[in-house]
């Protein structure tokens, strides 16, 4: 059979399993892995050989049950999905050169834990959550990174519950429950999206990393331009034209949006997230002789433009009002969008893949993983290992 109909059978086979809920069906449990394919399944995962007994036991299994099995924090040989994979899929996300050569952090290690424990996965950007580093590691501290690069140091292994523990976020920093945003308000996040700017940074970033679209591909005119700040020109180069075929159709949907993070600040002395809760952050008012009639933040209340014209094809979810104060509202919003759903599946194709989705049976498996995603109460355990086997056909 050449790779691709061995693509689009295993694409079938996926697309069985998921249509029942992420039950093991019998048609999949039929479909029993040899001894190379449940090597190769781990190896995806893991980044790590699997151990010959390893693949005795998980052999003659039905591939999304070896696959879930690479994942399962109770299996010895899965340490290498939590501190290798996990942790190298998810660090671009935490800088803007996006990068994976940088120190493990609370962003980081709280997706590693969220992704080790099944937390919904759409809860991410707004859920009162930090996991905190244990194994010996100091304590953790809003202004400073050393618990985590103790992690990093000493190789402890992070699928441990007693390595990496699930904590109230406001408990540990101090902030309000009502500031906290899941990964949006960890430090990782805070000291390279809020720092400085104007915190627009905060909200491309979590567009690019986390619904897969740069401002570039939701730029579009036909909204109202009243919410745009003072510190954007109207006229600029000298010439209107370019406001309005072009600034407009970023800042008249971000800005209505980014003003939910109007109460944040990091502070670069002090090395931590500052949340002055009725108190709109200076950085919302600098550049305001740009163009004094212009918007000027008076709270953290966002609307969401988007959900009306092109940009509703990003799909925000009718259970949602579209509208509310403070940054995890609006990462509700965000995070129970079909395009944060589809992005997670996409990111996670290309690494368990190692490509994009290229061809008719990718993208109907991307499809069924998405729908299954959500049917699963987001998890991303389940994308992963139900990625490794449908990529196990490229082999």
């Known amino acids: 059979m050449s790779p691709r109909h061995r693509s689009i059978a ?3 086979m996926v697309a069985s399993v998921l249509s029942v809920g992420l039950t093991t069906t019998a048609s999949a449990s039929s479909a029993a892995v040899s001894r190379d394919q449940a090597k190769r399944i781990h190896d995806r995962l893991t980044g790590t050989p699997a151990s010959d007994a390893w693949i005795t036991a998980n052999s003659g299994k039905d591939a999304v049950s070896v696959a879930r099995t690479a994942v399962d924090p109770a299996d010895a040989e899965s340490s290498g999905f939590y501190n290798a994979t996990l942790k190298n899929f998810s660090m671009p996300w935490t800088n803007r050169d996006q990068t994976v050569f940088a120190p493990l952090n609370d962003y980081v290690a709280t997706f ?4 080790r424990d099944n937390v919904p996965f759409n809860t991410a950007l707004s859920a009162d959550v930090l996991y905190t580093a244990g194994g010996g590691a100091p304590g953790y501290s809003s202004t400073d990174n050393n618990s985590y690069q103790y992690l990093e140091d000493n190789n402890i292994d992070m699928r441990s519950t007693s390595n990496l523990m699930s904590q109230k976020q406001s408990a540990v920093t101090g902030i309000p429950a009502a500031g ?5 308000t960890t430090r990782a996040a805070s000291e390279a999206f809020f720092i400085d700017g104007t915190n627009r940074a905060m909200f491309r970033f979590t567009m690019l990393n986390q619904l897969c679209h740069d401002m570039e591909q939701v730029q579009e005119t036909s909204r109202a331009p009243d919410r745009i700040r003072q510190d954007v020109s109207r006229s600029p180069g000298g010439d209107s034209r370019n406001f309005l075929n072009g600034c407009i159709g970023c800042h008249s949907g971000m800005d209505p949006m980014a003003q939910a993070f109007s109460y944040y600040n990091f502070d670069k002395t002090q090395g931590k997230l500052v949340y002055t809760p009725g108190a709109v952050e200076a950085k919302y008012g600098i550049n305001s002789d740009n163009f004094k009639p212009g918007y000027v933040t008076p709270d953290d209340h966002w609307d ?3 959900r009306e014209g092109p940009n509703k094809g990003l799909g ?12 995890a509202g609006l990462g509700a919003e965000l995070g129970n969008s079909n395009a944060f759903a589809q992005c997670q599946v996409e990111k996670v194709f290309k690494a368990v893949c190692f490509r994009a989705p290229g061809n008719a049976a990718d993208r ?10 959500k049917s699963s109460n987001y998890s991303m355990r389940e994308v992963f ?3 490794a086997v449908y990529c196990m056909g490229d082999e």
């Open 316 to 327: 925000f979810s009718s259970q949602l009002p579209g509208s509310g104060t403070g940054a």
């Open 180 to 184: 906290v945003a899941g990964l949006i």
């Open 364 to 373: 109907s498996a991307v499809s069924s993983i998405v729908t299954a995603f």
């Open 385 to 387: 290992a139900q990625t």
């Open 304 to 306: 969401n433009r988007w």
């Open 10 to 12: 295993l694409a079938a």
């Open 112 to 115: 590693i834990g969220m992704v």
